[in-house]
């Protein structure tokens, strides 16, 4: 199997912490994560407005899955991680996943396997998008990448499969937008990136974001 890695061409502190961290990330199970009341406050209204919303939920027209957990928790999903704005979603593995946003693939991981549970053995696609910021598709399934580094993709195109590689409790995706501190790219294993408040502009109506526990349907 091949592992193919966008590695940044400058020195920094992605980079240095590249080997150290991981995407914890739980998620794909049932049980409510607590939410950090003092990181919801911040965040609220800090959303863009959803009609407008350059991104759409990052699965097919048609289908609907459940946030399993949601943005600001005590769980994988806080500030000092730089997940803040994370979503899990919770989808059997070999989902179709589509780019919420085109861009250019600079990170593309596919060779772990599904259901280890091990931090560090995230399948993904990063996908950087025109204003700076990286779309994160996180615990794809093994060889679950359809898209090759340096690609073009628009957003609605078929990008990978999910699936249950890493830190998994259950199949699920986590999907993020990061932006990191110094212009240089941000991907899954980094974390000292910045995370970005994101809403779907195709689905029902989420004033501050997603909600864990509720469904939503890629319309
Ligand atoms: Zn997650």
């Keep these: 199997m091949t592992v193919r890695v966008s590695l940044p061409r400058v020195s920094g502190v992605c980079l240095a912490i590249f080997s150290l961290t991981t995407q914890g990330c739980g998620g794909g199970g049932n049980e409510n994560t607590p939410i950090d009341p003092t990181c919801k406050e911040a965040a609220a209204g800090t959303y863009p407005e959803q009609s407008t919303s350059p991104y759409v939920l990052p699965y097919s027209i048609g289908e609907t899955y459940t946030v399993t957990q949601g943005n600001c928790t005590t769980g994988s999903h806080r500030e000092d991680v730089g997940q803040q704005f994370a979503y899990d979603i919770e989808m059997p593995v070999g989902t179709t996943l589509i780019a919420s946003r085109g861009g250019v693939v600079v990170g593309v991981e596919e060779s772990f396997s599904d259901g280890t549970g091990v931090p560090g053995e995230e399948n993904y696609v990063a ?10 598709y996180i615990h794809v399934t093994t060889l679950g990448a359809l898209v090759q580094l340096q690609d073009t993709v628009s957003q609605g195109e078929a990008i990978a ?11 699920h995706l986590h999907f ?17 990136c910045v995370s970005v408040p994101v809403n779907f502009r195709n689905t029902s109506v989420h004033v501050n974001g997603l909600v864990e526990g509720r469904s939503y349907t890629a319309e």
Excluded: F, K, W, Y
């Design 127 to 136: 996908i950087l998008h025109d204003d700076g910021t990286t779309g994160r």
């Design 161 to 171: 499969m999910s699936g249950n590689s890493g830190n998994t409790t259950g199949p």
């Design 176 to 192: 993020d937008v990061v932006r990191e501190p110094n212009s240089m790219l941000c991907l899954p294993q980094a974390r000292n």
